[in-house]
């Protein structure tokens, strides 16, 4: 443990990708079950790096897969999370009036995260939650990994993105990418949402219902979702993916203190970096795999909004 003079864990996470030369090694720091306990990622040489700013969004080794960064482990009910508002933002259990979080409902049913490099900002309102008028939550963009293997805290794999839920919370946007581990012996048949009904029935439904439910136990009502609870498809979710990462350029380069008004920790040194070839590819390939907005994807000649024209385009550059 790092800070009482001994020496602290170490836990080797190496990117998913080859020749990035962003070999991670993933710090335990203070006790476990502690207010002090972090999770931190450094390089070899201990330099620290940020999972939310530092570790690249698009997989350069997968083509078309994206990281995904594990903040809670599947059959886990620590509820981890990154600190978005600490320096190197690592990663802690949250705390509600000092006391060290879990779910009360029981441990979760996937691995879940969040993608790096985005952002749900506050202040935008997604087209097709107009009628709700909610803004995003102020996190990095939340995913469901919905394969075989237990992942670890801040373990980072590369995914294949399948769908979407919205789900509306204490009056913000909270966004639920459905994803699959693009190592998982499953991930060949899944290329999408519908493909996740006919391979792995009920799998969707459990997600949502735990989702809508876990806050019960506190003695909150049942969350709501905004869609009509629909989970969409991969290029409707593909198009949620590249405004949050724009969203997430946006404040790295903010002028106007977005930073300071969300309390979030952003190094003024990333500005320099949106220029490099990681950042670039990043930005690219979302927008090369994203769609457009929900009413012209119901507008598509015989389409359903969770497969939309989109889709074989999205199915293309994720089946592998």
């Known amino acids: 443990v ?12 190496r990117l998913p990708r080859s020749g990035s030369k962003m070999d991670m090694t993933l710090i335990e720091l203070n006790e476990k079950d ?4 972090r999770v931190q990622a450094k390089r070899d040489d201990g330099e620290v790096l940020s999972l939310w ?11 078309g897969a994206l990281h995904f960064i ?7 009910r620590k509820k981890y999370e990154i600190a978005t508002d600490e320096d190197g933002t690592p990663i802690k259990q949250d705390e509600k009036k000092g ?7 029981g441990d979760i049913l996937f691995n879940y995260g969040c993608f790096p490099r985005t952002w749900e900002d506050p202040d935008f309102i ?18 469901c990994e919905i394969g075989l293997r237990i992942c670890e805290v801040g373990e980072v794999r590369a995914v294949k993105v399948l769908g979407v839920l919205c789900m509306i919370d204490d009056g913000e946007a909270d966004w639920k990418v459905v994803v699959i581990d693009a190592a998982d012996p499953w991930a060949p048949l899944l290329n999408d949402i519908e493909d996740v009904d006919t391979h792995l029935p009920n799998i969707l439904h459990n997600i ?8 019960i136990p506190d003695g909150k009502p049942p969350n709501v979702f905004g869609l009509q609870e629909r989970f969409m498809n991969a ?3 593909m198009n949620v993916v590249q405004e949050t990462h724009d969203a997430w350029k946006e404040l790295v380069i903010s002028k106007n203190g977005e930073k300071l008004k969300h309390n979030l920790s952003v190094p003024d040194k990333l500005k320099g970096r949106l220029d490099d070839a990681d950042v670039q590819r990043d930005t690219g390939m979302v927008k090369k795999l994203s769609n457009n907005k929900l009413s012209e994807l119901d507008r598509s000649a015989g389409t359903d909004p969770m497969m939309g024209e989109g889709a074989e385009m999205a199915e293309d550059a994720l089946s592998f």
Do not use: M, Q
């Open 2 to 13: 790092e800070g009482d003079g001994s020496k602290p864990e170490r836990r080797s996470s």
């Open 34 to 37: 502690t207010l002090d306990y």
């Open 53 to 63: 700013h530092d570790v690249p969004l698009t997989s350069e080794e997968v083509p």
């Open 70 to 76: 594990c903040e809670i482990p599947r059959c886990s």
């Open 99 to 105: 006391k060290l979080r879990e779910f009360k409902k």
């Open 126 to 143: 997604h087209p097709d939650l107009r009628e709700e008028g909610v803004g995003g939550d102020n996190d990095p963009l939340d995913v």
């Open 208 to 215: 949502r219902e735990w989702f809508r439910t876990y806050k």
């Open 235 to 237: 290029a409707y979710a």
